[in-house]
């Protein structure tokens, strides 16, 4: 399945209990889609959410009532730089992270803050929380992995100054380790409790930035590359298993899987949303691998888009966002 979002998207979620996925666009443009198997995804929403990019998009509130539309609230300068990443942490708090490295919390029932960290020095690329010990790890461009601990609201510690931008970060092996990928495609392993320094670094990734980094259980993780790939790895043993899918030829921006891990959703530079089968593509990886193939065959013009970017990680983007979803400007947030 896939669409053409005739604009550069930055961020997908897909909602929580039904096959709807959201998209934030680079026009400020907040798209949200129903999707079936073997049928193009039908538009059943478009709102003008912000008058700058969308960079973060999150359904919120278990997606309740998203397909009105309506706008139930907005944190005017919530940060004081442009909001580049929000995950959810649990059903009512939601943390962000801007564009100078902040960290903050917010109860999204009250509308409030309730922590903050100066966690980082350059833009906050990616977070993932650790519930049973309420710890929140955040990676940056400044080449650092955060843990904020929420109990005590302070900073509880701080990796060493990493060669290259880290992207991404994930934990798995049952809490033991943390994954991040970075700008050089290298991926680095930290073990819990020890983050001083990575313990083990998986190279065979590199050259190409790992832009996209998703956990499908404590042991494999799946990648999105600079090069448009999809590849699923092993970790510890470090490998790569196998490439499941290619996107395009373009940057992948964002990795995201449906609500029961039955598909798995793709944006790029290519201004294209693809959502693949993902119990089809782990286990006939080649079927996606050459229908893209013949995709890119048969069109001998080539894709009808302008020249994007190489990746926009590391740069500067005064942006906006909104939704059942979340935004991604200094103001915040909106529901749909």
Wanted: hydrophobic letters at 35%.
């Amino acid at each position: 399945m896939e669409v053409n979002l005739e604009k550069l998207a930055f961020d997908i979620d897909f909602h929580p209990s039904e096959n709807l996925i959201s998209a934030g666009l680079i026009n400020g443009d907040l798209l949200l889609y129903r999707y079936t198997a073997d049928s193009v995804p039908q538009r059943v929403l478009e709102v003008h959410a912000h008058t700058e990019s969308c960079r973060a998009v999150r359904f919120i509130h278990e997606g309740r009532d998203v397909e009105t539309g309506s706008t139930i609230a907005r944190l005017e300068d919530a940060h004081g730089d442009a909001v580049n990443r929000i995950i959810n942490l649990t059903e009512s708090t939601i943390a962000s992270g801007d564009d100078e490295g902040c960290i903050k919390v917010w109860d999204t029932r009250q509308r409030s803050c309730t922590n903050s960290f100066d966690a980082h020095e350059d833009y906050v690329s990616d977070m993932t929380f650790a519930s049973d010990s309420m710890r929140l790890l955040g990676t940056s461009g400044d080449g650092t992995l955060s843990v904020c601990n929420l109990r005590r609201n302070k900073i509880q510690t701080q990796s060493e100054f990493s060669e290259d931008e880290l992207l991404n970060v994930v934990i798995m092996k049952n809490g033991r380790k943390v994954v991040c990928g970075s700008q050089s495609g290298t991926l680095l392993l930290y073990s819990y409790g020890y983050f001083k320094d990575c313990s083990d670094r998986f190279v065979d990734l590199s050259p190409n930035s790992v832009d996209a980094l998703l956990k499908l259980d404590e042991d494999r993780i799946i990648t999105g590359s600079e090069n448009g790939l999809i590849s699923l790895v092993g970790i510890l043993p470090n490998r790569i298993i196998q490439p499941i899918a290619e996107h395009s030829e373009y940057p992948i921006e964002r990795l995201a899987f449906s609500y029961n891990k039955k598909y798995l959703g793709s944006i790029a530079h290519d201004q294209m949303l693809k959502i693949w089968d993902l119990d089809d593509i782990l286990q006939n990886p080649g079927n996606a691998l050459n229908n893209q193939a013949a995709v890119e065959d048969g069109d001998s013009d080539g894709m009808d888009v302008d020249n994007p970017p190489k990746s926009n990680k590391g740069t500067k983007r005064k942006s906006e966002s909104k939704g059942h979803a979340l935004n991604s400007s200094n103001n915040f947030f909106a529901d749909l």
